[in-house]
Nanobody
Framework: QVQLVESGGGLVQAGGSLRLSCAAS????????MGWYRQAPGKQRELVAA???????DYTDSVKGRFTISRDNAKNTVYLQMNSLKPEDTAVYYC????????????WGQGTQVTVSS
């Protein structure tokens, strides 16, 4: 059984920073892409950032230059460093990873709330 456990959300003032972590555990043979999604109230879930096993990254336009995604392959962990936070970044942030256990499957974390006050 594979689990993704997120941590690091919270309440921060505009202009502040937060760092999210997501650790994958269980029967894992390989991890392909890892990423962070977010869902604000009344909106669809959107991809924020993604990183391949080789370190290639991709970001949605609204966070470029402010957010940085990274991963530690030895720890099966992905991070999202969020700087210069804005109220519009307020959302539940979800970790996602494509993992091979007994087959390739997209796993999701439980979500962590990020609230940015103005």
């Amino acid at each position: 059984q594979v689990q993704l456990v997120e941590s690091g959300g919270g309440l921060v003032q505009a202009g502040g920073s937060l760092r999210l972590s997501c650790a994958a555990s269980g029967s894992i043979f390989s991890i392909n892409v890892m990423g962070w999604y977010r869902q604000a109230p009344g909106k669809q879930r959107e991809l924020v950032a993604a990183i391949t096993s080789g370190g290639s990254t991709d970001y949605t336009d609204s966070v470029k230059g402010r957010f940085t995604i990274s991963r530690d392959n030895a720890k099966n962990t992905v991070y999202l460093q969020m700087n210069s936070l804005k109220p519009e970044d307020t959302a539940v942030y979800y970790c996602n990873a494509k993992i091979y256990s007994n087959r390739w499957y997209n796993y999701w974390g439980q979500g962590t709330q990020v609230t940015v006050s103005s």
